[in-house]
């Protein structure tokens, strides 16, 4: 063999290895896909938890954050975590009641027309811990961490003026997801139309719907007043929640003191995260008055009556659900004062 053969081998022997060092010593990649824009007070808590996570374990973990649907759409990505496409994702409990039929609970009736001091007893209350469960079971997936409440969802509609319930009767009402919420709507008369939140504008631009339901932050974040909406009923019709899910693909790739650094840097943000949503929400309804959205807030013998009248066919959804009794009757249980 010639001197020149073997330099050649040599220099491609320590190529392979070097290629080989480098390989066992990657970062796993946590990849975060969401679907709202920079305003939206979803973006502003992951992009806190990133830079969290950049500080703690920079030398053990790289991130890659995308927003904006840009990767996935909402509805699209409990699918890709799954499949170890992304390895996390922070989805709304009106995305989960396919793969955690438990999850539906927060869009039946006994949430109808709650205070917000009832919702708050159910942070941190066990009956998220049947959830949890449920959800790990059902998407192979890890929840970091507590939830995080995005708030109140009341209806908003373009030309129709609405000064109660009834108001919402012939109405063609955007749906965000979830069986129990299409039931709901169309037991109050509207018709439930499914929208991904990318595609909203384009809808009501188009006349597709007359209105939505979503929170005040929501309608914020994408400026739905430019939008053409200029009602809004604050009726209370569920309560959503943010839950943060992390691929088992993802997990499985990480040592236990990394595991027990990014559950510290998740739980680091809970307080303040839950603070800046009640906040956000506050001042997102205060900028939607002043562009001119006319804001009635439901009486609450109103809200009472209505969830009565609809309560009754609780158990009924609830099995279509898939909704089992015991969580029913722990979440009733949590919120305080029956149904």
Known sequence: MGCTSLLRRLALLTLLLCCGSWSATARPLLLISTENGLEHVQTIIVQRFVDRVRACCADRVDVDFRNDGTLYRDRDVLSALTQGKVAMAVAGTWQLDRQAPGVGVFMLPVFFGRTEEEVRRIDDSPVLGL????????????VLGRWVGLGFVHSFTLHQPIAGIDSLKGLRI??????????????LGAEPVPIAWTDLPFALADGRVDGLITTFASLDSAGLWHRGIRYALEDRQSYSM???LVSDYFWRSLDGPTRADLRAAWESGVEDARAMIRESQARAKQRAIAAGVRVITIDPAESTRVRARLVGDQSVIARRVGIDEETLAAMTAALGSGP
Not at 131 to 142: F, H, Y
Not at 175 to 187: E, K, V, Y
Request: hydrophobic share 40%; proline share 7%.
């Open 131 to 142: 959830m949890n469960r449920e959800l790990e079971r059902s998407l192979g997936a890890v």
């Open 174 to 187: 955007r749906s965000p997801g979830g069986i129990a919420n299409a039931w709901r709507l169309s037991a």
């Open 242 to 244: 943010y839950v943060p």
